[in-house]
């Protein structure tokens, strides 16, 4: 571990404002350091700064692009070398903001799931084919461009350029809205469905670009509180039997949830701090670079649309299968974070490679084992309830199974992309699509998709096997 001086502050700094010209040091390490202050003071290690600055959307790509650096450790250990450590009486020293970071991830599947609960009243009023066209409509495309637009997003937070990120979130968030508009119209003629499913495709990818907004500046809770009135309301209209007199009342729950969102989203965009001098940054090769991430979402969003979406007008088993996986999703983000922070403690505590190899291994196993534990909790709850309703079925057995398997792929696919391996996952999730087409015209199609997701999870569960042991990759 770097040495490091250490400043104990006898008395608070002077609060008096300097209006003169900047004298700090300009280099874009000086300014990383600064942004990271907080985190850098008061570290104990430079492990804490890695932490900080991964979860600030610093990546190994940015550290040797911007800063110079091989990756996110070698840029740490820099900052932690440079920046004195401050000492403060009273500081925190329980982990209650790594506490809170997990609970923050955990949080995630369950907000994923909370706005289905609308669905019920909406498809009483556009029919169940007009809901399933919006909604399959409205998630392919978030599901792509919310991925490339997080993407984009993180990179110019970790650079520093908060207030171009905001910008950015706010435009293409737009853009993203007027895609799913504009595709909407024609589908809806073509289809001959409702003509209000356009504003319910458009409605949900802006609450799926406000949502991603407010995850990005880690506020869930403010998404929480934001779905509250639609979650009550639409809770107790399912709960009562869905009484026609009730249903304008569900309704505008909905509209209510989806007006507060997108209020704190660009409460969120417009307190960002902002510049007279801005001056935009990002070139076209940036946006070449988020292309992989768009494309991966849409790949992985055509792979479980196709597998369920078929379900989703027969069969309540079937069309619920999906839930597990999307309420453990939280659990998928915490354990690849836990794997990365196991890999790096081992590193520093081993000395042959062969140890390392080892160690590694054993880390993957615990977090891969604790995912696919949430995810089939889950699963075997969906199952039992179902089946105490009389609504089981052998292929609905079959579809958990399939997600199972399925949430082990994307938890595989989180390290691999945390490594740069984009093009095996793009690969390995491609294919998975194609067998699925082909397979579906031999068997059944809840079998055709388990034996594609479990060729899935193998493909990029071989893809890191061939990384792991990589020392460069937790320098």
Not at 248 to 266: D, I, N, R, Y
């Amino acid at each position: 571990m770097s040495q490091r001086s250490e400043f104990h502050p006898t008395s608070p700094p002077s609060t008096s404002a300097y209006t003169g010209p900047e004298r700090r040091a300009q280099s874009p390490l000086q300014r990383l350091a600064r942004q990271f202050d907080a985190a850098c003071t008061g570290a104990v290690d430079s492990l804490q700064v890695a932490a900080a600055l991964e979860s600030g959307g610093i990546t190994d790509r940015i550290a040797r692009d911007e800063y110079g650096f091989p990756d996110v450790f070698s840029l740490a250990e820099e900052l932690y070398r440079r920046v004195p450590r401050r000492l403060k009486p009273k500081m925190a020293r329980d982990g209650s903001s790594g506490r809170w970071r997990t609970l923050r991830e955990l949080s995630h599947g369950p907000l994923f799931v909370l706005p289905a609960l609308a669905y019920p009243a909406l498809s009483l009023t556009l029919g169940v084919w007009g809901l399933l066209v919006g909604l399959v409509l409205s998630t392919a495309v978030g599901w792509a461009w919310g991925l490339a637009l997080s993407w984009l997003a993180y990179r110019q937070i970790g650079r520093g350029l908060r207030e171009e990120a905001a910008r950015l979130l706010a435009r293409l968030s737009l853009l993203g809205v007027l895609v799913v508009a504009a595709l909407a119209l024609p589908l809806v003629h073509l289809l001959g469905v409702n003509p209000q499913v356009v504003f319910l495709a458009t409605g949900q990818m802006a609450y799926q670009m406000a949502a991603s907004v407010l995850l990005i500046y880690g506020l869930e809770l403010w998404l929480l509180l934001g779905l509250l009135p639609g979650v009550l309301v639409n809770g107790w209209y399912l709960l009562v039997g869905l009484p026609q007199a009730s249903r304008e009342l569900a309704l505008g729950a909905t509209l209510s949830a989806l007006f507060l969102v997108l209020m704190a989203a660009g409460y969120a965009l417009a307190k960002t701090p902002r510049s007279s001098r801005y001056t935009p940054t990002l070139k076209p090769g940036d946006f070449r670079a988020a292309l992989p991430f768009l494309l991966y979402g849409a790949l992985s969003a055509a792979l479980v649309l196709l597998g369920t979406a078929r379900y989703m007008l027969s069969g309540l088993d079937r069309s619920l299968s999906l839930l597990p996986l999307i309420l453990c999703m939280g659990v998928l983000e915490w354990q690849a974070r836990r794997f990365r922070e196991g890999s790096v403690e081992i590193l520093r505590r081993t000395r042959r490679m062969s140890e390392f190899v080892l160690g590694e291994r054993r880390v993957l196993l615990q977090t891969l084992g604790t995912a696919l534990l949430a995810v089939g909790l889950a699963s075997v709850a969906a199952g039992l309830g179902l089946a105490w309703l009389g609504q089981l079925t052998p292929e609905g057995v079959t579809m958990l199974m399939a997600h199972l398997a399925l949430a082990g792929a994307f938890f595989i696919n989180f390290l691999l992309l945390a490594r740069g391996r984009t093009a095996w996952v793009l690969l390995s999730v491609g294919g998975g699509l194609l067998l699925y087409g082909s397979l579906i015209w031999l068997f059944p199609p809840a079998l055709s998709y388990l034996l594609s997701t479990l060729a899935l999870f193998g493909a990029v569960l071989w893809g890191l096997r061939v990384s792991l042991g990589e020392v460069a990759q937790y320098r």
